[in-house]
């Protein structure tokens, strides 16, 4: 690219917000997934809505691509550079614009941080219910590319049953509104296609967020079990007895030893695993509740149980599940941290086949997970510096995801596809399947600029490179023209 | 994280930082604690940032010079090692880098000359003294001067308060329950003396006897925190032989200083030495440390209700992991009200020398902190550490000029005085 074109983009911008020095760079090379690097040509870094449509009009007209992040926090990659191409950083879009109480609404840039809204929200007794574990980093903005969820998202559902609206540029440069302040719409779901479509249709620029008032009283339960087993079919008695807590969730006892020891959470050090389950609602219907509960878990055969007595305890209890990930660098230089999911009713099955396969593997697998969703997080411990680990790790999680679309499951909950699992977007979809979602892209960016190479398998569609044309095709019935 | 640093040729120290680099797994719970994140909103700014920076160099793969601006801005609060997850030393690979990097960074002869200044006065209380009434002086010519110039006299009082020198020893009140020495501090000593006789009297109403070092001087941190390797282990050095034996703690009421010596673990790598220092960094103790354990006589309850802030210092709550203990001790006087401040974990700019020589990111926390305190409702600030004392009272001076600003021990002193409120 001709060094105009550049210059051309950084009249758009005011002085020095248009990076372009390789020390300005290099720390965007990479997001939470560290095993992808990729040196972008520039970050082009706005402050105002109409500095991204500028910006992405500049990528539109000479054809580059472009991927827009904020914190940088993926796990599968999706805010890696893409080489050559630019950075769109919109941490500093981090404005709240509306927050109407009364309509429990809020409307927010996309570089707004997740908790944040909550924040604002609190002194209203209002809150945003999705909480990703890296809600003080997060932005919305990523979580709405992502569609994310989070402990809670049991009882409340993902991002998407939370965003009402968003006006978004279209890789092509115009402009849209999608959905509105209504909870229902008419009309095709324009929203709910662009929630969770990992930065591969354009770019938020502000997004409408439902609020909700913040329950009146929390049980949290913190139960200790002898065996993996015993806690996941307590998840599937609390969940038979018809009770439906806010969260659910699953530590093993390595994931524990990492948590407690970068938080001293005050979890058991000898349990096997760690069951946390919490309930929340109006005082009375949570205590009603709280009573239920605890038969279900005595029953359950928890050799320990704990019950926050006031908010600094619950506080504590969920600092350490929220920070198991990170803290697992506490045990290994590297990991990868997978995410698949299988049917709640296979949680044991599929923890005893993991088991299985850690063992056949030689590397460890940390186990943290949204049980109540039967959301699985494998963390596959390795040693980058032994030659063969990361690959053996690799190939782990590739039988992890397998084994999560064998049970009936996805290769993702809440992380996405990203650059980490599109080649095992076959093991879930067929090759027609996957050849519809690329035209659909493609009616919405016909030169695949917004987050180029992400998702999708391959520079071209793996399918196609693996095993040539469909059947159809062949037979002169469907055509990619 | 991977990396390819060659460890072996970067000296005792080069183990710590490829160690930190590594625990480093970039997930971005570090950015909501950085101030230089927060106010700029780059990467480049941010620790985890700053980490891929410093790897590079290290791995040859970027120019050091390319790499300084962002290094530079690094505030050394801390706030990040609190924030992380994985445990990584962030505070160990900064220091460690900014001595490895310093012996052959090129500085332009002005940049040269502010340090030197810097280097050559503040650890001095007799020069800093000097400086200091030189600048009180100079103050209104302040508009004048170039930023650089301008930054430090904004800072300083418009009258600085006496002299008065410390005696060599403290005794006791009543029978003696510990006997131990103080290190006086540099700057604490020119800019406000008072906290060290608040100290000594504090510690004498509580059966404590101080020992004060004649021949002590500046703890290096300075020196170790801009990157003047040699010039910190001279001072730590000097230290190391003028403090005695024969007591029960070396007590630091400066949150840098004692974060300073703690860091003599790391500052003595690989010196002969070391094990001398290693003894010496675990005898000292925050005042407030001290004093929790000791046991604290209660002060008589105070004649009408005050209400207190207490600011978080970062080199004592994220360097030495000191939060509770002066909580604790002003929550002890019957009838103070102790509220918290909100963002408490964010620095307030102040950073040793940091808001002389970054004084616009410095200035920005400033007044950040300074709203966050005034909106805390209390009118009177409590804090542990010189540095944030001078740079919380220059910012709430624009805002809130009636607000008091003092050191943990001031207050409790005015308690036992019973002249507080």
Same mark, same amino acid.
């Given at each position: 690219m001709s060094k105009e074109v550049l210059q051309e983009l950084s009249k758009l911008?005011?002085?020095?917000?248009l990076l372009t020095a390789a020390a300005a760079l290099s720390p965007y090379q990479?997001?939470?997934?560290?095993?992808f690097k990729a040196k972008p040509l520039a970050v082009a870094l706005p402050e105002s809505a109409g500095e991204v449509i500028e910006t992405v009009r500049w990528c539109a007209k000479h054809q580059i691509p472009f991927v827009a992040r904020g914190s940088g926090t993926s796990l599968s990659g999706g805010s890696l550079p893409i080489d050559g191409g630019l950075v769109i950083g919109l941490?500093?879009?981090?404005?709240?614009?509306k927050l109407d109480p009364k309509e429990r609404v809020a409307v927010v840039e996309p570089g707004v941080v997740n908790l944040d809204v909550s924040k604002a929200a609190a002194p209203f007794g209002l809150y945003y219910a999705p909480?990703?574990?890296?809600q003080p980093v997060s932005t919305i903005g990523g979580n709405l590319a992502f569609n994310s969820g989070g402990a809670?998202?049991?009882?409340?559902? @993902?991002t998407s049953n939370h965003v009402l609206g968003a006006k978004v540029v279209l890789p092509t440069g115009e402009v849209v509104e999608l959905?509105?302040?209504?909870?229902e719409n008419t009309g095709p779901d324009w929203l709910g296609l662009f929630v969770g479509s990992e930065g591969l249709m354009g770019v938020a620029l502000e997004i409408k967020l439902r609020l909700l008032p913040k329950p009146e009283k929390y049980h949290t339960v913190l139960a200790a079990y002898d065996s993996l087993e015993k806690a996941g079919s307590a998840v599937a008695m609390v969940v038979a007895s018809g009770l439906l807590p806010g969260a659910m969730e699953i530590m093993d006892s390595l994931a524990i030893e990492a948590a407690e020891a970068a #938080?001293?959470?005050?979890?058991?050090?000898?349990?096997k695993a760690l069951l946390i389950v919490e309930l929340e609602g109006e005082t009375l219907e949570v205590e009603a509740e709280a009573r239920h509960l605890s038969e279900v878990i005595e029953a359950s055969r928890a050799y320990k149980v704990q019950i926050a007595r006031n908010e600094a305890e619950r506080a504590k209890i969920w600092k350490g599940r929220k920070a198991a990930f990170s803290a697992v660098g506490r045990l290994s230089p590297d990991y990868i941290v997978q995410d698949g999911v299988v049917p709640r009713s296979k949680l044991g099955q599929a923890l005893s086949e993991i088991e299985k396969l850690s063992l056949r593997y030689g590397l460890r697998v940390a186990n943290v997970f949204h049980a109540g969703d039967g959301n699985l997080h494998p963390l596959i411990l390795y040693d980058?510096? #032994?030659?063969g680990e990361l690959e053996r790790g690799e190939e782990l999680a590739g039988e992890i995801l397998k084994l999560c679309v064998a049970l009936?499951?996805?290769?993702?909950?809440?992380?996405? #596809?990203? @650059?980490?699992k599109k080649r095992y977007l076959p093991a879930m979809f067929a090759e027609a399947d996957i050849e519809l979602m690329r035209k659909i892209r493609q009616s919405v960016d016909p030169h695949e600029?917004?987050?180029?190479?992400? @998702?999708?398998?391959?520079?071209?569609?793996e399918a196609l490179v693996r095993q040539g044309l469909h059947p159809l095709e062949k037979r002169g019935v469907i055509s990619r023209e | 994280m991977q990396h390819k640093i060659?460890?072996?040729?970067?000296?005792? +120290?080069g183990e710590t930082m490829a160690r930190a680099v590594e625990q480093c797994?970039?997930?971005?719970?570090c950015l909501p604690a950085c101030p230089t994140y927060q106010v700029l909103q780059e990467e480049m700014d941010s620790p985890r940032g700053r980490i891929f920076l410093m790897k590079e160099v290290l791995e040859g793969s970027l120019k050091p010079v390319d790499a300084e601006p962002y290094l530079d801005r690094?505030?050394?609060?801390?706030g990040c090692v609190s924030a992380c997850p994985s445990g990584v030393a962030y505070g160990e690979l900064i220091s460690s880098y900014r001595m490895h990097q310093e012996a052959t960074r090129r500085r332009s002869p002005l940049e040269k000359a502010f340090r030197f200044g810097i280097q050559e006065t503040l650890p001095y209380p007799a020069r800093f003294r000097a400086a200091a009434l030189f600048g009180s002086l100079a103050k209104p010519l302040g508009s004048l001067l170039p930023k650089k110039l301008s930054a430090p006299l904004e800072l300083l009082p418009s009258a600085l308060p006496a002299a008065r020198p410390l005696p060599e020893l403290y005794p006791a009140e009543g029978s003696r329950r510990a006997r131990v020495a103080l290190?006086?501090?540099?700057a604490q000593q020119v800019l406000r003396p008072e906290i060290n006789w608040a100290t000594l009297r504090v510690l004498a109403k509580n059966g404590v006897e101080v020992v004060i070092p004649k021949s002590q001087g500046c703890c290096g941190a300075l020196s170790m925190h801009t990157g003047e390797r040699a010039r910190a282990l001279a001072f730590a050095r000097k230290n190391l032989e003028a403090?005695?034996?024969?007591?029960?703690a070396i007590i630091t009421n400066a949150a840098g200083c004692g974060s300073g010596i703690h860091e003599y673990l790391l500052l003595f790598?690989?010196?002969?030495?070391f094990d001398k220092a290693a003894g010496f960094a675990k005898q000292s103790k925050d005042v407030s440390v001290f004093l929790s354990e000791l046991g604290l006589l209660a002060p008589k309850a105070l004649h009408s209700p005050v209400q207190v802030a207490y600011h978080d210092a970062c080199h004592l709550a994220?360097? +030495?992991?000191?939060?509770?203990e002066p909580r604790s001790i002003l929550s002890s006087i019957p009838g103070l009200d102790l509220v918290e401040i909100s963002e408490?974990?964010?620095?307030?700019?102040?950073?040793g020398s940091y808001n002389l020589e970054q004084p616009e990111i410095a200035n920005t926390l400033g007044r950040r902190k300074a709203a966050n305190i005034v909106a805390s409702g209390a009118r009177l600030v409590a804090t542990g550490n010189i540095g944030c004392i001078t740079q919380i009272e220059a910012a709430l001076?624009? +805002?809130?000029?009636?607000f008091r600003v003092l050191h943990t021990l001031e207050v409790l002193d005015l308690a036992y005085r019973e002249i507080l409120g």
């Amino acid at each position: 690219m001709s060094k105009e074109v550049l210059q051309e983009l950084s009249k758009l911008l005011p002085a020095g917000r248009l990076l372009t020095a390789a020390a300005a760079l290099s720390p965007y090379q990479s997001d939470a997934l560290t095993a992808f690097k990729a040196k972008p040509l520039a970050v082009a870094l706005p402050e105002s809505a109409g500095e991204v449509i500028e910006t992405v009009r500049w990528c539109a007209k000479h054809q580059i691509p472009f991927v827009a992040r904020g914190s940088g926090t993926s796990l599968s990659g999706g805010s890696l550079p893409i080489d050559g191409g630019l950075v769109i950083g919109l941490n500093r879009l981090n404005r709240i614009l509306k927050l109407d109480p009364k309509e429990r609404v809020a409307v927010v840039e996309p570089g707004v941080v997740n908790l944040d809204v909550s924040k604002a929200a609190a002194p209203f007794g209002l809150y945003y219910a999705p909480d990703p574990s890296s809600q003080p980093v997060s932005t919305i903005g990523g979580n709405l590319a992502f569609n994310s969820g989070g402990a809670h998202c049991l009882k409340y559902g @993902m991002t998407s049953n939370h965003v009402l609206g968003a006006k978004v540029v279209l890789p092509t440069g115009e402009v849209v509104e999608l959905g509105g302040e209504s909870l229902e719409n008419t009309g095709p779901d324009w929203l709910g296609l662009f929630v969770g479509s990992e930065g591969l249709m354009g770019v938020a620029l502000e997004i409408k967020l439902r609020l909700l008032p913040k329950p009146e009283k929390y049980h949290t339960v913190l139960a200790a079990y002898d065996s993996l087993e015993k806690a996941g079919s307590a998840v599937a008695m609390v969940v038979a007895s018809g009770l439906l807590p806010g969260a659910m969730e699953i530590m093993d006892s390595l994931a524990i030893e990492a948590a407690e020891a970068a #938080v001293q959470a005050g979890y058991p050090q000898d349990a096997k695993a760690l069951l946390i389950v919490e309930l929340e609602g109006e005082t009375l219907e949570v205590e009603a509740e709280a009573r239920h509960l605890s038969e279900v878990i005595e029953a359950s055969r928890a050799y320990k149980v704990q019950i926050a007595r006031n908010e600094a305890e619950r506080a504590k209890i969920w600092k350490g599940r929220k920070a198991a990930f990170s803290a697992v660098g506490r045990l290994s230089p590297d990991y990868i941290v997978q995410d698949g999911v299988v049917p709640r009713s296979k949680l044991g099955q599929a923890l005893s086949e993991i088991e299985k396969l850690s063992l056949r593997y030689g590397l460890r697998v940390a186990n943290v997970f949204h049980a109540g969703d039967g959301n699985l997080h494998p963390l596959i411990l390795y040693d980058g510096r #032994v030659p063969g680990e990361l690959e053996r790790g690799e190939e782990l999680a590739g039988e992890i995801l397998k084994l999560c679309v064998a049970l009936g499951g996805s290769i993702t909950g809440e992380h996405g #596809v990203g @650059m980490e699992k599109k080649r095992y977007l076959p093991a879930m979809f067929a090759e027609a399947d996957i050849e519809l979602m690329r035209k659909i892209r493609q009616s919405v960016d016909p030169h695949e600029l917004s987050n180029r190479g992400k @998702m999708f398998p391959g520079g071209e569609a793996e399918a196609l490179v693996r095993q040539g044309l469909h059947p159809l095709e062949k037979r002169g019935v469907i055509s990619r023209e | 994280m991977q990396h390819k640093i060659p460890v072996e040729k970067l000296g005792p +120290q080069g183990e710590t930082m490829a160690r930190a680099v590594e625990q480093c797994v970039h997930c971005g719970f570090c950015l909501p604690a950085c101030p230089t994140y927060q106010v700029l909103q780059e990467e480049m700014d941010s620790p985890r940032g700053r980490i891929f920076l410093m790897k590079e160099v290290l791995e040859g793969s970027l120019k050091p010079v390319d790499a300084e601006p962002y290094l530079d801005r690094c505030l050394g609060c801390l706030g990040c090692v609190s924030a992380c997850p994985s445990g990584v030393a962030y505070g160990e690979l900064i220091s460690s880098y900014r001595m490895h990097q310093e012996a052959t960074r090129r500085r332009s002869p002005l940049e040269k000359a502010f340090r030197f200044g810097i280097q050559e006065t503040l650890p001095y209380p007799a020069r800093f003294r000097a400086a200091a009434l030189f600048g009180s002086l100079a103050k209104p010519l302040g508009s004048l001067l170039p930023k650089k110039l301008s930054a430090p006299l904004e800072l300083l009082p418009s009258a600085l308060p006496a002299a008065r020198p410390l005696p060599e020893l403290y005794p006791a009140e009543g029978s003696r329950r510990a006997r131990v020495a103080l290190l006086a501090g540099c700057a604490q000593q020119v800019l406000r003396p008072e906290i060290n006789w608040a100290t000594l009297r504090v510690l004498a109403k509580n059966g404590v006897e101080v020992v004060i070092p004649k021949s002590q001087g500046c703890c290096g941190a300075l020196s170790m925190h801009t990157g003047e390797r040699a010039r910190a282990l001279a001072f730590a050095r000097k230290n190391l032989e003028a403090f005695p034996s024969d007591i029960d703690a070396i007590i630091t009421n400066a949150a840098g200083c004692g974060s300073g010596i703690h860091e003599y673990l790391l500052l003595f790598k690989g010196e002969a030495d070391f094990d001398k220092a290693a003894g010496f960094a675990k005898q000292s103790k925050d005042v407030s440390v001290f004093l929790s354990e000791l046991g604290l006589l209660a002060p008589k309850a105070l004649h009408s209700p005050v209400q207190v802030a207490y600011h978080d210092a970062c080199h004592l709550a994220h360097a +030495q992991g000191v939060r509770s203990e002066p909580r604790s001790i002003l929550s002890s006087i019957p009838g103070l009200d102790l509220v918290e401040i909100s963002e408490g974990d964010l620095c307030c700019g102040s950073a040793g020398s940091y808001n002389l020589e970054q004084p616009e990111i410095a200035n920005t926390l400033g007044r950040r902190k300074a709203a966050n305190i005034v909106a805390s409702g209390a009118r009177l600030v409590a804090t542990g550490n010189i540095g944030c004392i001078t740079q919380i009272e220059a910012a709430l001076k624009k +805002q809130s000029p009636e607000f008091r600003v003092l050191h943990t021990l001031e207050v409790l002193d005015l308690a036992y005085r019973e002249i507080l409120g």
